[in-house]
């Protein structure tokens, strides 16, 4: 059975509450950005760009088993380390639960506070975008 | 002995932290820091004379008034202007433009052309964009070459007497690169046509004198020259002032109004429409006293030690490479890693307590000139330190590091 959002969220607060300072945490999330699987040119769209983040990001979703799968990439690293994760605790989610979940985590984390407006802006416009694709497929 | 490590006492920001490191401030081109005379001017303002200016008998009316009318001598004498009316006070330099190409819109005429160039800053093309549309007039832009220089040959082909105005930047903010405004100048005033040079980044790292220049419009923002934010100055010669339309409407522009006719007030009112920024205009003269104190020469003489000394180091480190290689360059460093992000790079500075500037910095037809989606950039100002590049050439090495 797929974990809950809220179980996943809990594991990675817990893998950042690891590290104790920010170089660590930083890596941890260069890693992440890392292990995001390319994904095919085709996604990497106008339609796909998330404006609002000052890094580029595209974000596709499609619907499998009843379930919302998110393609996402980002020319910036530390972007994608973030957009592992969200894709981590979303993607592979039933629709329904995407648009109702509350994403404590992410302020668990503390990545709200290392983020700047701007920045933290961008991660809004992210989770927004992903929760429209849910409700997108909801409504299907 | 120019002094860096006295200059910066009197600066209370640069002794901060941020992010437990010491503050390295390296995006001075975005904004400099202020002179602590500049914030007492500020605060003694509103503590013991706050009043509107130019309206009232009383005492502290008369008073900021003449504080304010000081700053405009000032910037005369700085610019050296021939009278103290050619100095207009705006928000800045993205006000002064738009004052120009609003009052150029209403005298521009389809067939008539303006010139700006590919390396302006938003504020400096997006004005005379809409000024060419609401006109009809054509906008010409001289290309760049790819060592982010001005196209000559292209710009005095394009000059004719169809050209009406020519918009350019004094020192590129993305590139660094200075224009040789004065043969521009000269190229310009062979024809019929008015120059603007959009000074923002150069009125506090060359000496500037409008008579000599000749130039017919220059402009800048007292906030990157030690000076509050929200003070901006367009000096313009006065006859060319006078033969302009006014941009705003409202109090202080005014000589006579009736429910149907107004006549305008006399320069520089005609063009400052509403109360102004007082405490900023008042505050702005100590940054200029500061200045003149230090000399914008010697200033200038520092901050090219500091680029050629970062320069050489940035240079040694492997896959980066500097955008931007005019031969004569003011105190701004554009660059990209290959591989690296620029958002990446910058994260990881502020991490460390670096300041820098990443992204397009408003000049999006530069960074699709020179194939990158945008660049890192550190900008000097008077009281930076080699201490300080060498430990940001250091941070930019760390950050490599973590980023490959
Ligand atoms: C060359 C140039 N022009 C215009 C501006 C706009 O100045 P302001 O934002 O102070 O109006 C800037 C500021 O970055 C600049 O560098």
């Known amino acids: 059975m797929q974990d809950s959002i809220e179980n996943i969220g809990e594991e990675i607060v817990d893998e950042f509450n690891m590290f104790e300072n920010w170089i660590d945490k930083y890596d941890y999330l260069i890693d992440l950005g890392k292990s995001l699987p390319k994904i095919d040119e085709k996604y990497k769209v106008e339609d796909n760009i998330i404006t609002g983040c000052q890094s580029q990001v595209w974000l596709h979703a499609k619907q499998e088993d009843n379930k919302v799968v998110f393609i996402a990439d980002s020319d910036a690293i530390m972007t994608k380390g973030i957009i592992a994760m969200l894709i981590r605790v979303l993607s592979g989610q039933k629709a329904e639960k995407i648009i109702n979940t509350n994403l404590d985590f992410i302020n668990k984390i503390g990545l709200n506070e290392q983020l700047s407006q701007t920045r933290a802006n961008g991660l809004n416009s992210m989770i927004k975008q992903m929760k429209i694709y849910a409700l997108a497929f909801k409504d299907k | ?404």
């Open chain 2, 1 to 404: 002995m120019y002094s860096p490590e006295n200059i910066r006492k009197y600066f209370p920001i640069l002794d901060s932290e941020v992010n437990q490191h010491k503050l390295v401030y390296l995006d001075n081109a975005a904004t400099t820091q202020k002179h602590q005379s500049v914030i007492d001017t500020v605060s003694q303002f509103y503590e013991k004379e706050n009043s509107n200016i130019h309206r009232g008998v009383h005492y502290l009316s008369q008073l900021s008034t003449n504080k304010f009318e000081q700053t405009r001598e000032s910037v005369k004498n700085f610019i050296n202007a021939q009278h103290t009316h050619e100095v207009i006070f705006t928000k800045g330099t993205t006000d002064s433009i738009n004052l120009l190409a609003f009052s150029y819109s209403k005298i521009l005429k389809k067939g008539d052309e303006v010139i700006v160039s590919e390396m302006e800053h938003h504020s400096n093309l997006v004005p005379w964009q809409m000024c060419c549309d609401y006109s009809q007039a054509t906008l010409k832009v001289i290309p760049i070459t790819n060592s982010g220089e001005l196209d000559m040959s292209f710009f005095k082909k394009e000059l004719s007497k169809k050209t009406k105005l020519v918009a350019l930047t004094h020192i590129s903010n993305s590139l660094g690169t200075i224009n040789p405004i004065e043969k521009i100048i000269e190229l310009t005033h062979q024809t019929d046509a008015k120059i603007l040079i959009d000074g923002a980044q150069a009125a506090a790292h060359a000496k500037l004198d409008v008579q000599k220049l000749d130039v017919d419009f220059y402009c800048f923002s007292a906030h990157k020259l030690y000076g509050p934010t929200g003070v901006g100055v367009l000096y313009g010669k006065e006859k060319l002032l006078n033969m302009l339309p006014p941009y705003q409407g409202g109090g202080e522009m005014i000589k006579d109004v009736s429910i149907h006719k107004t006549t305008y007030a006399e320069l520089p009112h005609k063009f400052e429409a509403g109360t102004p920024n007082i405490a900023g205009v008042i505050a702005f003269k100590k940054a200029i006293d500061f200045i003149e104190e230090i000399g914008v020469e010697n200033m200038k003489e520092h901050e090219d030690i500091l680029l050629n000394y970062a320069t050489l180091k940035l240079e040694e480190i492997p896959n980066l490479s500097i955008i931007g290689t005019a031969p004569k360059k003011s105190g701004i460093i554009s660059f990209v890693v290959s591989g690296i992000h620029h958002y990446d790079l910058g994260l990881i500075l502020d991490k460390l307590g670096v300041a820098i500037r990443t992204g397009h910095h408003c000049t999006q037809p530069v960074m699709k000139k020179m194939n990158v989606s945008g660049t890192s950039r550190i900008s000097f100002a008077c009281y930076n330190t080699k201490t300080e590049l060498d430990y940001t050439v250091d941070c930019i090495k760390k950050a490599i590091k973590m980023l490959s």
